[in-house]
């Protein structure tokens, strides 16, 4: 069944029932975005690691920097 069909078969009920109807659909939509979330930080948690920088930092070059800290004792 087609969006369009079901929009056809909705125009068909009552004020009330239409009204039932979308109060239903829009409650069953916050429970799907409720149940989706898992905690406040999921969404940072999944760009977590994604980020790309050209400049280069220590944690880049640990390797290089740690040789330097070790050979320079």
Not at 24 to 30: G, H, I, T
Request: aromatic share 4%; charged share 20%.
């Amino acid at each position: 069944m087609t969006v369009e069909q079901i929009l056809e078969l909705a125009s068909e009920l009552s004020p009330s029932e239409q009204q039932q109807l979308l109060e239903e659909l829009q409650s069953r939509a916050m429970n799907q975005d409720t149940t989706s979330v898992k905690s406040p930080y999921d969404t940072l948690l999944n760009l977590a690691g994604s980020a790309h920088s050209d400049y280069q930092d220590v944690s880049m070059n640990k390797h290089q920097h740690l040789g330097e800290t070790y050979t320079a004792q």
